[in-house]
């Protein structure tokens, strides 16, 4: 290896919270990694430093930050397989290159994206070239009609017979799926002979063409399948839509494994905070404290702002940055919790010359009654 390496330098680097500082180390570490042997990279001791360095930076850094970063570190064989996985599990436009292109990405990890994941994650995915089978089959078992939808445009993906039939048969109550199966390279001619009973006038014809179907024996089996239909209409379930469950659910699990990468610090609640994602604030000082992410809850929606101070000095957050903790979560949460000035000066009595373990048994106690 010629590439020469300071690890003490870029440690020092990684934890400065000056953004100029995060981008050097930023360009320095994407730029040695892309010159180093893969070899070297795959040493024990450089894969673990590697990996410690890039965890840091992540956890920390603004979102900018990690934008670049997923943009440059995306088509990286290299790449950390902890810091790709948080990375995935991002917001969309940090994640969107990696889930695309990370090389890293296995298909046990598409998977679980797919579960662990927002809507729009599990449409990337869909759209993730060269796809495989399992991870087509478990798109395929949810049946979430958008990302059916960006499956039935992937002309890469490894769709099988099995598969393709399913996805005609989903586009009889998915109108979006019909354009591109209709000219998807995997669809047969037999299967062209079913979507043609649901699609408009213009595919028909197009199928009809591709695959010289005859329109009048399709148009009399088209004439049943409508009065099927109109039989069933009162039948059928309602497309179920996301909830923000959905997004509280991800963002628990980045939590958790930016705590089992040993990343998930006090200051972390301050970027959520500065992102405006308040479930993603409740899910890391609920982690950090142990405590129960309702009870949480319960303390930032009530008209005391004591509860929010006692779990803040439980983890060990100072007090000067609680009035900005509090002073963010009012604005994002409808001016809770309430109390008004006289709330911030009780508050202030949370970061008294007690432990920490002794603000969290009051927290737990005092938040049972709210």
């Not at 809507?119 to 759209?127: F, N, T």
């Not at 990343?263 to 609640?269: A, D, G, I, R, W």
């Not at 604030?281 to 929010?308: K, Q, T, W």
Request: with cysteine.
């Amino acid at each position: 290896m010629t590439t020469a390496i300071d690890p003490h330098s870029l440690l020092m680097l990684a934890r400065s919270r000056h953004p100029a500082d995060r981008e050097r180390l930023l360009e320095d570490m994407v730029d040695y990694c892309g010159q180093a042997e893969l070899d070297d990279l795959n040493a024990p001791a450089m894969r673990e430093m590697i990996g410690s360095l890039f965890m840091t930076l992540v956890a920390e850094a603004e979102r900018d930050i990690r934008r670049r970063l997923a943009e440059k570190i995306a088509p990286a064989p290299w790449a950390p397989q902890a810091l790709i996985n948080v990375l995935a599990l991002d917001d969309i436009e940090i994640a969107a290159p990696v889930i695309s292109a990370s090389p890293v990405l296995q298909d046990h990890d598409l998977i679980r994206l797919l579960v662990e994941s927002t809507l729009d994650h599990q449409i990337a995915i869909a759209r993730r070239g060269r796809l495989s089978s399992p991870v087509i089959e478990a798109i395929l078992k949810q049946e979430e009609p958008a990302v059916l939808t960006a499956l039935a445009g992937n002309d890469t993906a490894d769709i099988s017979r099995s598969a393709m039939e399913k996805l005609v048969d989903h586009s009889r109550r998915v109108a979006a799926m019909r354009s591109p199966l209709a000219r998807h390279p995997r669809l047969s001619s037999d299967l062209a002979q079913r979507l043609y009973l649901w699609v408009g006038q213009s595919l028909r014809s197009a199928l009809v063409g591709r695959f010289r179907l005859d329109p009048a024996a399709l148009d009399a089996e088209l004439a049943l399948a409508v009065r099927e239909a109109h039989a069933a209409v009162d039948g059928m379930p309602p497309i179920q839509t996301r909830q923000e469950a959905e997004r509280e659910s991800m963002e628990a699990r980045l939590v958790e494994k930016l705590a089992e990468g040993g990343q998930l610090k006090p200051s972390y609640l301050l970027r959520a905070l500065r992102e405006r994602r308040l479930s993603l604030f409740v899910a890391a000082i609920a982690r950090l404290g142990c405590f129960e992410p309702d009870h949480i809850r319960r303390a930032i929606n009530s008209e005391h702002p004591e509860l929010l101070a006692l779990a803040c000095a439980a983890i060990g957050v100072d007090r000067g940055a609680f009035p900005t903790i509090l002073e963010a979560v009012r604005e994002l949460n409808n001016g809770r919790p309430g109390g008004g000035d006289e709330g911030i000066r009780r508050a202030g009595g949370a970061f008294g010359h007690f432990k920490a373990d002794i603000a969290g048994m009051a927290f737990r106690q005092a938040v049972k009654s709210v």
